[in-house]
């Protein structure tokens, strides 16, 4: 039997040490070293198979790899378009949110053109087989109930499918080391040894991960480093909306976002998502604003929704849902200072409807003004749609892609517009009269006249 170590690993930064310490020595993070027990590893001079080989970059061809359709056209958007061969995708979410599901109706839109194999850890073969009859899904997968990477390994090479999902990685254990399946050592290993594997035959495999209570992924954090996409599963398990988020993506663009919609069939696509966003009554009420605002390359239609209400504490509350609680606090300021409009004295709370989180800061005037409606107890016109940043001096900053943003909200409906100046239309949109403001107090004038 192979010799054995104790090591102590960062469930942050993934470093070991030999001894435990109250602080990881590599990322400084307190009280995140495990002990874990490990092989001992062969001389790195037997280790060595073969020397790499220097190759000129100009002598490399630049091969434009294809992309293989999911068949569900939001998954695609996230992933960049497809799945790369040789990519793996890390997708976590909270307990029930759909992870499973979604994958599920995935092999069986992709098993009708490539071999697919499904791997489950968690799951007995009768229980997804019940979920695959209650989905409808008719497709024959390939399905493999197995925790030990070694027999994973093995019906991989056999089987030799083109996509295959490991339903979870936290539960996937290697006989080469002792520690419990789920540790850090046992997670980063079977990682990177399912990595390499897709890279070696061009496979492309799905990890789905745990999350944290804290909303990350469980494990060390090497496991984001180490795969070539990261996705993430959100929405509230009491509504039947789900969001999926790209926060790194080798062969696509990151931020990009993907509406779902939970049926008693399966996950469903959101076509027109600004339409999920902004269902709301026809009538106007005060503190409610539509802001476009720009998820990856789509424009999204929001509203946002501010209440007001005078504060019995000496520290009155600024709770937001959605959006940076920072930087409301920023614009409050600046709508003090230079609006000449205080709000120390209101309890503030916003919300953006819909559950989906704006981190942009093209939100900031679409704020502004619901505070001040709620404020001042005056609507803002059902059809106006408002985007802009607000700059400390109180200047209203340009944003990126401000034309795609008024033509979204034009088809719409929206009849009104306002944004920065340097966001202007070159040439008229039809049906839609645009207003362009370099200031908070121009911004509110306009308001004043509406």
Request: charged letters at 20%; proline letters at 4%.
């Amino acid at each position: 039997m192979a010799k054995t170590n104790t090591t102590y690993i960062c469930s942050q930064c993934g470093g070991q040490t030999s001894k435990w310490q109250g602080q990881c020595p590599h990322c400084l993070a307190w009280n995140t070293l495990a002990e874990s027990i490990q092989e001992a590893k062969p001389s790195r001079f037997q280790a060595l198979a073969a020397s790499g080989q220097v190759v000129r970059l100009s002598a490399v061809q630049a091969v434009e790899t294809p992309r293989l359709a999911t068949g569900m056209a939001e998954f695609d958007r996230v992933l960049g378009g497809g799945l790369v061969g040789g990519g793996v995708v890390l997708i976590g979410g909270d307990p029930g949110i759909g992870k499973s599901t979604l994958l599920l109706q995935a092999l069986a839109e992709l098993s009708t053109r490539v071999k697919t194999l499904y791997v489950s850890g968690e799951e007995s073969a009768s229980q997804i087989a019940l979920r695959s009859r209650r989905l409808g899904l008719h497709a024959d997968i390939p399905l493999l109930t197995e925790i030990r990477l070694e027999s994973i390994f093995a019906t991989l090479k056999e089987e030799k499918p083109q996509v295959a999902v490991i339903d979870s990685i936290q539960t996937v254990y290697t006989e080469q080391l002792q520690s419990a399946p789920g540790s850090v050592a046992q997670v980063r290993e079977c990682a990177q040894e399912l990595t390499r594997h897709a890279k070696q035959a061009g496979i492309t495999i799905f990890l789905v991960g745990h999350v944290t209570k804290e909303g990350t992924l469980a494990g060390p954090r090497v496991l984001e480093h180490i795969v070539d996409t990261v996705l993430y599963f959100e929405g509230d398990t009491g509504s039947s909306f789900r969001l999926i988020r790209a926060f790194k993506n080798r062969y696509g663009a990151v931020n990009e976002l993907g509406v779902f919609a939970m049926t008693d069939k399966g996950l469903k696509g959101v076509n027109n998502p600004s339409a999920l966003f902004l269902n709301r009554d026809e009538r106007e009420a005060p503190g409610s604003c539509v802001v476009v605002a720009q998820e990856g390359t789509r424009p999204l239609l929001v509203e946002i929704q501010a209440l007001l209400d005078s504060s019995h504490s000496p520290n009155p509350r600024r709770l937001t849902v959605g959006l940076d609680g920072n930087r409301l606090a920023m614009l409050l300021a600046v709508l003090h200072r230079h609006g000449g409009i205080p709000c120390h004295d209101q309890d503030v709370f916003v919300n953006a409807v819909g559950g989906v989180k704006i981190t942009e800061p093209a939100v900031d005037l679409a704020v502004a003004m619901a505070v001040v409606s709620s404020l001042r107890g005056r609507p803002i016109p059902h059809k106006l749609a408002v985007f802009g940043e607000i700059g400390l001096a109180g200047e209203i900053r340009p944003v990126q892609r401000g034309q795609e943003r008024l033509k979204e909200a034009a088809k719409l409906g929206f009849t009104q517009a306002l944004c920065p100046k340097a966001n202007l239309p070159k040439g008229r949109i039809a049906g839609m009269e645009v207003k362009g403001v370099g200031s908070l107090a121009e911004a509110l004038e306009y308001f004043r006249g509406l």
